[in-house]
C-alpha cells in the first residue's frame, strides 16, 4: 500500500530524505553520500537509508544542487539552457 510521502535532495557532498508515513504519523530522516559520478545510486542509497520501499511511496518529491553548484563553479560540461527565446534564435 502507498502510504509515503518522501523528499529527497541530492547535493554536491550528500543526498538528503525525509520521508512521512500517512497511517501512522511517523517521519524518518536519512543522509547519505552523494555520488556524483551515479545519482541514480545517490537515489538508491538514501531510500535503502530509511528503509522504506519504492512501492510504498505515493509521493516523491526530488530536488538537486548539483546543477546550481556547477554553474556556481563554472565546472561540468558546457550546455545551454533551451526556452522560447534560444528556440526562436535557432541556437537549440
Given at each position: 500500500m502507498s502510504n509515503h510521502l518522501v523528499g529527497i535532495g541530492i547535493g554536491g557532498s550528500f543526498t538528503d530524505i525525509v520521508s512521512s508515513n500517512l497511517q501512522t504519523d511517523a517521519v524518518t530522516y536519512a543522509k547519505t553520500h552523494?555520488?556524483?559520478?551515479?545519482?541514480?545510486?545517490?537515489?538508491?542509497?538514501?531510500?535503502?537509508?530509511?528503509g522504506v520501499p519504492s512501492e510504498e511511496v505515493s509521493v516523491l518529491r526530488h530536488?538537486?544542487?548539483?546543477?546550481?553548484n556547477a554553474i556556481l563553479t563554472?565546472?561540468?560540461?558546457?550546455?545551454v539552457l533551451c526556452g522560447p527565446a534560444t528556440q526562436r534564435s535557432g541556437k537549440c
Open positions: 552523494t555520488h556524483p559520478e551515479d545519482l541514480i545510486r545517490s537515489l538508491r542509497d538514501v531510500m535503502g537509508a530509511i530536488s538537486t544542487t548539483v546543477v546550481i563554472l565546472s561540468g560540461s558546457k550546455t
